[in-house]
């Protein structure tokens, strides 16, 4: 089964724009945050059954200073301030993951920006399963 990847543009954007002005992104574009704490991207994905999840996020982060997110799935924060460290160049996309609990059906995932540089560029958020790299958790 192929990884469910939620594409940036597609998500729920709050202090944030859809840009598409550096290559190498999935999609349509991706979210450029605004530089000020507490810009947030919210992705709604579907599991088919409750269970552990991997939360791969794809960005880039063209500064030399980490651009650190909490992730916040169904209102409860599963990993507070985690790193979005530079990447080299914008045009350099790399992925960081988290594991999560989702249940069965809808799940909000949200990703808030915890500094006043804002998040990092993010292009996508993908569900897969422990153990099943690439297989979204159904
Ligand atoms: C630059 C870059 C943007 C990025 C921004 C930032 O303006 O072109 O894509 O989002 O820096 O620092 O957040």
Redesign the pocket.
């Known amino acids: 089964v192929a990884a469910a990847r939620y594409e940036a543009e597609s998500a729920t954007i709050s202090q944030g724009l859809v840009?598409s002005?550096?290559a190498g992104f999935s999609g349509t574009g991706f979210v450029?945050?605004d530089?000020v704490t507490g810009s947030s991207v919210q992705f709604q994905v579907t599991a088919a059954q409750a269970g552990a999840a991997i939360l791969t996020f794809g960005f880039a982060n063209?500064?030399p200073t980490n651009r650190p997110m909490n992730i916040i799935v169904n209102g409860t924060t599963v990993a507070g301030a985690k790193p979005f460290q530079g990447t080299g160049a914008?045009t350099n996309w790399q992925q960081t993951a988290v594991n999560a609990n989702l249940t069965a059906g809808t799940n909000t995932v949200r990703a808030v920006a915890t500094t006043a540089?804002?998040g990092p560029?993010v292009d996508y958020l993908e569900l897969g399963s422990p153990g099943q790299p690439g297989a979204t958790p159904v």
């Open positions: 840009e002005n550096h450029n945050y530089n063209g500064t914008w540089n804002g560029n």
